[in-house]
């Protein structure tokens, strides 16, 4: 049953979700709830429509949902936000949820809830992942990422504050959630190089690894921004 709060913040009190799936044919994110009418979208920014706003998800209510093996998960849990496994994309897009765990007193009272897919490869952690929520001020051990049909004893469910592209939804969100300061760590050089020669299937160029070899020559530092501390 859901809970009528202020501030578009939405709470479910036994509230099951399916881990997110997708689907070739319309590239959006489906997944199933036990509750009516339950909303929690995730926007992208769209130029063509109206108002720019698009939601990527797509919700099916399952009635019987809860009866299927699943995870139960005790307490007070914040929904995060949906888990890609993309550096760039999960800072876009991901953590714009967070700014409700910055807000509550008891913070240790409230499990951290990133919605993930079914598929468990899309689900891996890579170090940054807990590097990013570090310096967002959010404890790992509270973290959870779902890929299996879970239970929630209360789920609270912010409004996304901002967009992929830009879009800031929430008033004063830039000073609402502060992160941590980090130390500055690593060495520095006159010259350095951003590689993405790693990234086979998007952001390299024909030949990189060959310049990279002369560039390394002339005493120029090659970075592989995927392999340094988020701090």
Known sequence: MAIPTTGNISKYEGITLSPLTTNFNDELLH?????KYVKIPHYRLRRKILNGLYDITRIEFQENLARRRRKLIIGKSIYAGIYLRHFGHFVAECIHRLYFF??????????VIFHGFEKKSRN???PWFYDVLDICGIPAK??????EVTSFEQLVIPPQARVLGGATLQP???????VLPSPKSGTSADAVFVSRSRFYSSGTFAGERAYER?????????????SQPVS
């Open 124 to 126: 891996r952690l890579d």
């Open 214 to 226: 002369y560039l390394a020559a002339q005493a120029v530092r090659i970075l592989h921004p995927e």
């Open 142 to 147: 509270q973290v959870h990422v779902i890929n």
């Open 31 to 35: 997944f199933s709830v036990d509750q």
């Open 172 to 178: 004063n969100y830039a000073t609402s959630f502060p």
């Open 102 to 111: 910055a807000q509550v007193q008891e913070k240790s009272e409230y499990n």
